[in-house]
């Protein structure tokens, strides 16, 4: 079956579906986007992923082109429409069309909207979701990347560079040697006293949902966390390393620059943080995180 992606308004089938060339999104990433996932066909975190998308726009003075719960709708339908089960949904609102010109528009712009969803692989258990190799670089990134903006190249060349080196992620690193984040993940450690470690939220981090409701979950069933920056030297010292995010869920992290973290397997707290993540995201677990 093709698939239908919803464009300006319109469910269109998504190889016949156009964007405008002078769409800001296309000439200066002027754009934002969400990704949330869609387990057996219902959004995970929904009021999370729509609260983050409301964030990113104001702090780029972009309206929201419609209420979150209409939003919420055309999600929902653009879903059922690809009748599908496990994946994700992808939204991205683009600030409009206009003749080139790098300061915003004046007058009222129609923002642009496209909504597009994608089959992805769902971890069963702990025991099927294989821990990855990560790799470290410096974070090139500009300075406001809590906004998730479609400016993503940054990113693309930190991933480039893992897959070049046979990693699944890139852990981006400041200049005082402090992990931020990952080039699509957020990015923990378990520390020798069995705490979980993430940095805290900030203008260098993006604020992951499943961050979030990861944290909450460890707090909820007293797995001890603290918030604070760790180093590379730190990571590579680490008891145990995982990673984060929509799609990724929780990844055990078994290698850093090639060197084992732990004994190269799934640590406790990994397993358990993903376990109860699971259960989360299959809807039980926090009601509404
Ligand atoms: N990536 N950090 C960055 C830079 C990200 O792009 C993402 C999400 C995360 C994790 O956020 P969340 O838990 O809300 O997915 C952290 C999405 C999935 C993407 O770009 O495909």
């Known amino acids: ?162 897959a070049e080196a046979r990693a699944y992620e890139a852990w981006m690193v400041d200049d005082q040697g402090l992990v931020t984040e990952g080039a699509s993940t957020n990015a923990w450690i378990v520390d020798g006293e069995g705490r979980t470690v993430t940095r805290p939220l900030g203008p260098d981090i993006l604020p992951g949902i499943t961050r979030d409701v990861v944290l909450r979950l460890a707090r909820a069933h007293g797995v001890p966390v603290i918030e604070r920056a760790f180093t590379v030297v730190e990571a590579k010292a680490a008891r145990e390393a995982f990673l984060t995010s929509t799609t990724s869920f929780v990844r055990p992290v078994i290698s850093i620059d090639g060197q084992t973290i732990g004994n190269g397997a799934t640590g406790s707290v990994t397993r358990k943080l993903l376990g109860l993540y699971l259960d989360h995201a299959r809807g039980a677990g926090l009601a509404a995180a």
């Open 1 to 162: 079956m093709s698939r239908i992606a919803f464009v300006n308004g319109r469910y269109v089938p998504q190889a016949k579906a156009q964007v405008h060339v002078e769409d800001r999104g296309y000439q200066f990433a002027d754009g934002v986007y969400e990704v949330a996932f869609v387990l057996g066909g219902r959004m995970v975190d929904e009021p999370g992923h729509l609260a983050r998308l409301s964030r990113s726009l104001e702090a780029l003075a972009m309206a929201m082109p419609m209420t979150e719960a209409a939003l919420g709708a055309v999600l929902r339908e653009t879903i059922a429409r690809n009748r599908l089960v496990d994946g994700i949904v992808y939204v991205q609102i683009n600030r409009g069309v206009a003749p080139r010109a790098h300061a915003f528009p004046k007058g009222p712009l129609r923002p642009s909207i496209v909504v597009t969803v994608k089959l992805m692989p769902v971890p069963r258990d702990a025991d099927t979701w294989a821990g990855v190799a990560v790799v470290t670089l410096p974070d090139l990134r500009w300075k406001r990347v809590d906004v998730k903006t479609v400016g993503l190249l940054a990113n693309c060349m930190a991933k480039q560079a893992a």
